[in-house]
């Protein structure tokens, strides 16, 4: 079969850990007998040099006709002076709502082989903790009514958190989904003991439950779920929660596996169109020394071919290779503590192109 794949690079090291993972996925085309076109396109940095501003209209087009978009990371100190409205980073807030991504998924993995990278202790990651994150994208208080009043104690400025029962349940449906082809379990994060737009939310998941009973559904807290997330992540599958409580229990769970290089994740919309990047920034401190870790890159690739291309098979390819890759001890900078002899930006994807 043939793929168009929208390329955006972006700034700092997403170019460097992009080439690899074009790389991986022709191996696996060469493998499989897929053709994969990439077309790229300019966002962030890159676009406001090239084009003055952060999301040239052809970017968004060139994304809405591909299959799928792959994004390494926008950002970095050159542009880190321009208002927020101008600023790279505005192109994903932008990106995901043109293209309606209101899903967010980002797994969690401790790879048995890094076990020892995790800041908590073996016995609490077990083997191979495996949670998933689905992350309420476009909707909740990053995208409510916001402005500015006068008080009584001088200006004032509010943010309102809003969600509708339509929004729930799309993003509910994500999650039981995905449950139904893990392990079995939804946890609900909200604070419907304090939040009008929260009481809401776990009526509406409730709803929504009715339709999956094979899925065993719980609810918890904000703030007692970010306290379970490192007294026993074990108890977690699948963590449905809204925009700003994902943005902060993601970051969090990302920190149990304890390499960013490591961790990709997906932003879908209703049908399987999706956009795929690492977890992590444009690194601007490594930038240019090949010392970036491209896996995260590559195992968001692994997840395009899943869930937008329809391609387990390959897909498991690359989960496969990066698992061996780490088997066999190969180590990059990141997850070596700067050893000499980590492997490079450019040696990783070579040999994982090669396990393909
Ligand atoms: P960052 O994720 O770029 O870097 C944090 C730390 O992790 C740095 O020490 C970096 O060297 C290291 N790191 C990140 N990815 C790595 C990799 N693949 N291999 C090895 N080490 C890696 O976050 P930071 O420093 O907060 O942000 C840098 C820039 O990236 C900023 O302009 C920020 O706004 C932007 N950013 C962009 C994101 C995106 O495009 N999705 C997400 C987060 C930040
Ligand atoms: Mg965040």
Known sequence: MNYTIAVIPGDGIGPEVMEETKKVLEAVGRKFGHQFAFQTVLAGGAAIDAFGECLPQNTIDVAKSADAVLLGAVGGPKWDALPGEQRPEKALLRLRKELGLYANIRPAKVFSDLADASPLRPEIIGKGLDIVIVRELTGGIYFGKRGHVE??????????????????????????EMARKRRGIVSSVDKANVLESSRL???????????????????????????????DPRQFDVILTS??????????????????GMLPSASLTDGNFGMYEPVHGSAPDIA????????????????????????PEEADAIENAVDRFLAAGFRTADLSGGAPDALSTKETGDRVAAMI
């Open 288 to 311: 240019g020394t090949g010392k970036a870790n491209p896996l995260a890159t590559i195992l968001s690739a692994a997840m395009m071919l899943r869930y937008t291309l329809n391609l």
């Open 243 to 260: 925009n700003l409580f994902g943005d902060i229990l993601s970051d969090e769970a990302s920190q149990i596996t304890g390499s960013i």
């Open 151 to 176: 008080t009584e104690f001088g200006e004032a400025a509010y943010d309102v958190e809003q969600y509708s029962v339509g929004e729930i349940r799309r993003i509910s449906r994500t999650a039981f």
């Open 201 to 231: 939310w776990r009526k509406t998941v409730n709803e929504v439950a009715e339709d999956y009973p094979d899925v065993t559904l719980n609810h918890f807290y904000v703030d007692n779920a970010s306290m379970q997330l490192i007294r």
